[in-house]
């Protein structure tokens, strides 16, 4: 009797040790399973979707010109004999920039001058005897043809006497000399280049969506690095009405009152409205592709899901999405370069 119970013991004590061996090789077979899934899943940052109240404000970027600029090129023969300005000078609108050696020039004004004058005489002469039958009609047409090609000389000869005192066609600062007193001057020749910063220029580009809400005339607030404490006021003074193939619209601000601003800075427009809307806005980084082909990857029941979406407006680092999203949808926002269409992912915390 009391062998058949040690037997029985025996065999409890058996059967208990393969039950546990049993649920502990269920387990860590569970526990591998998951170690696999787990390994093949991507980690990425996941975010839920949801709905904003945001205003209509923009900004863009650009780098300051002056208000004008010119390459002054000569358009006049002849040896220089005076330079009156230099580097960094600032010049008046007519003032006089090159003496260029005009004698000759001078000479033969002086001659077509008085050959004009004298044929002048002579044409007026010719009328007063026509009245009195004195010349014929074809004498007066041959003396007219005459004082004609006179006249034509005369006033060429004057001009280019004129053009060898070179003058500054704009106010400005000049910029570059290219010119030396003795050079040999031909038609084309460079000769300074002249700025006008007194107001500078900003040249920009906004979207198709943002152009519609600009306008000529409209104040825009200019911020500068270099000057981190202030803020500029600019003026639109050109919106472009065409976008010339592409998704932006070039616009021109006028900065007056520049204090300080130099032509070259790199400044941020400010387009500011009191207008608000609502929308879905989410991370710029978690948009792939470009403003015209943008797309996300929608998260389902742990799959990333390739989806196309329309671009809206961009607020600060956020961007909206007028098409593809709704309020409630999961998405991927960090992590995006392991993640492909129906690849497992892991959201890390």
């Avoid at 943002?210 to 981190?228: C, D, E, M, T, Y």
């Avoid at 387009?271 to 470009?290: D, K, Y």
């Avoid at 999203?325 to 999961?330: H, I, M, N, R, T």
Wanted: with cysteine; charged share 20%.
């Amino acid at each position: 009797m009391k062998r058949a119970i040690n037997i029985l013991v025996i065999l409890a004590m058996l059967t208990a040790i393969v039950l546990v061996l049993r649920m502990n090789k269920r387990t860590n077979q569970q526990k591998t399973e998951l170690a696999s899934v787990v390994s093949t899943a991507v980690p990425v940052q996941i975010d839920v979707v949801g709905e904003d109240t945001f205003t209509t404000e923009f900004s863009s970027n650009g780098t300051l010109e002056p208000l004008r600029e010119l390459a002054y090129v000569s358009d006049v023969s002849g040896r220089i004999v005076n330079i009156i300005v230099d580097k960094g000078d600032w010049v008046q609108k007519g003032q006089t920039l090159i003496n260029v050696d005009d004698e000759m020039l001078r000479a033969d004004y002086l001659a077509s001058e008085a050959s004009f004058k004298a044929l002048k005489t002579d044409y007026e002469r010719f009328e007063k005897a026509m009245e009195g039958g004195g010349v014929t009609a074809q004498q007066l047409d041959n003396m007219r043809t005459q004082l004609i090609a006179a006249e034509s000389r005369y006033l060429t000869s004057k001009r280019r006497l004129a053009d060898a005192t070179v003058k500054s066609p704009m106010a400005g600062y000049i910029n570059e000399r290219y010119v030396e007193v003795g050079a040999y001057l031909n038609p084309g020749a460079r000769l300074f280049d002249i700025v006008d910063d007194s107001q500078l220029k900003l040249r920009c580009n906004v979207t198709e969506s943002q152009v519609l809400r600009i306008s000529k005339g409209q104040v825009v607030s200019i911020k500068s690095n270099a000057f981190p404490n202030q803020s500029f006021e600019g003026k639109i003074s050109f919106v472009g009405k065409n976008s010339g193939g592409g998704l932006s619209y070039p616009i021109e601000i006028i900065i007056k009152n520049k204090r300080g601003l130099l032509a070259g800075m790199y400044v941020t427009a400010h387009f500011e409205s009191n207008t608000q809307r609502q929308g879905i806005l989410i991370p710029r980084n978690a948009v792939s592709g470009s403003v015209k082909s943008a797309s996300v990857f929608v998260v389902n029941n742990g799959i990333a899901q390739h989806r196309d979406v329309a671009i809206g407006e961009m607020v600060g680092s956020r961007v909206e999405i007028t098409q593809g999203l709704q309020a409630g949808d999961s998405i991927v926002v960090a992590g995006l370069i392991n993640v492909a269409n129906g690849v497992k992912v892991v959201n890390r915390k």
